[in-house]
Nanobody
């Protein structure tokens, strides 16, 4: 049974930082690309950052580039999202997602590429 469990969300002031974590189980983590998506109130879910299976390809949405950093620790079956210089528009539920197929290195922003999702963690940035 595949499980993705996010943590690290919370309330932070604008300009602050948070680090999200996602622990995965149930599949061979080191073979699989991972990503963070987010959904703001009243908006559709959108891609934030993705990392392929060997961490040689990393993609960011333009809205977070230069402020967010995605990384992975295969020994801990965990990905991270370091979020700096947070803005009120970063307020959203953040979801961890796992690629359907192993050993993929194409651009990772399409939701259809992901079969497994976490429950989400709320990030609120106050102005």
């Amino acid at each position: 049974q595949v499980q993705l469990v996010e943590s690290g969300g919370g309330l932070v002031q604008a300009g602050g930082s948070l680090r999200l974590s996602c622990v995965a189980s149930g599949r061979t983590f080191s073979n699989l690309g991972m990503a963070w998506f987010r959904q703001a109130p009243g908006k559709e879910r959108e891609f934030a950052a993705g990392i392929n299976w060997d961490a040689h390809r990393i993609d960011y949405a333009d809205s977070v580039k230069g402020r967010f950093t995605i990384s992975r620790d295969n020994a801990k079956n965990t990905i991270y999202l370091q979020m700096n210089s947070l803005k009120p528009e970063d307020t959203a539920v953040y979801y961890c997602a796992q690629r359907s197929l192993p050993f993929t290195s194409d651009h990772s922003s399409a939701e259809s590429n992901y079969d497994y999702w976490g429950q989400g963690t709320q990030v609120t940035v106050s102005s």
